[in-house]
T-cell receptor, first 116, second 111 residues
């Protein structure tokens, strides 16, 4: 199983709503990532978890709150978002990048978020 | 991580080899060159990576110049399914998990 599963595929929310994006993998990977991608732009790294601990936060606003409850799951909690936060949110996983492993990231298909 | 420069877009005829260049003139000795691609409406997909030797797998070949300042990704027999944005990324070996995408090359395969 080389899949990263993201739910929901589409989400529409108001600026006062609280919602969550979910990501799951069963490849035994111990690093998990959130990226944000606006239309016609490259993915931008938001957060990285390594061994269930937050290792990288790319100065993301606090209205985005990541959570890694176990090694297979990654959540992104959303609260008080702005319309400019509308984007495709991509989850990825990999083995921790060290030693001789390729560091290959496996990406999900993304959750397309629209903030009204 | 070193910055990369890629052409914004390229076309290639179906069945021909697609050669995608990448410039990484500030690359350090311990930095790998990675290639990913993103087909429309999908997440990025790993293609190949290398340090200084040429590499080949079932998807593509990676040719890295001797001075390591540039590389070329080769798709030997391009198909319509290879239409995608191709990202060349330089990444420190054994560094942290950060993988930073540049602007990439939009490759269009022409029937």
């Amino acid at each position: 199983d080389t899949e990263v599963t993201q739910t929901p595929k589409h989400l529409v929310m108001g600026m006062t709503n609280k919602k969550s994006l979910k990501c799951e993998q069963h490849m035994g990977h111990r690093a998990m990532y959130w990226y944000k991608q606006k239309a016609k732009k490259p993915p931008e790294l938001m957060f990285v978890y390594s061994y269930e601990k937050l290792s990288i936060n790319e100065s993301v606003p606090s209205r985005f709150s990541p959570e890694c409850p176990n090694s297979s799951l990654l959540n992104l909690h959303l609260h008080a978002l702005q319309p400019e936060d509308s984007a495709l949110y991509l989850c990825a996983s990999s083995q921790p990048y060290k030693g001789s492993n390729t560091g290959e990231l496996f990406f999900g298909e993304g959750s397309r978020l629209t903030v009204l | 991580d070193a910055k990369t420069t890629q052409p914004t877009s390229m076309d290639c005829a179906e069945g021909r080899a697609a050669n995608l260049p990448c410039n990484h003139s500030t690359i350090s000795g311990n930095e790998y060159v990675y290639w990913y691609r993103q087909i429309h409406s999908q997440g990025p997909q790993y293609i190949i990576h290398g340090l200084k030797n040429n590499e080949t797998n079932e998807m593509a070949s990676l040719i890295i110049t001797e001075d390591r300042k540039s590389s070329t990704l080769i798709l030997p027999h391009a198909t319509l399914r290879d239409t995608a944005v191709y990202y060349c990324i330089v990444r420190v070996a054994g560094g942290n998990e950060k993988l930073t995408f540049g602007t990439g090359t939009r490759l269009t395969i022409i029937p």
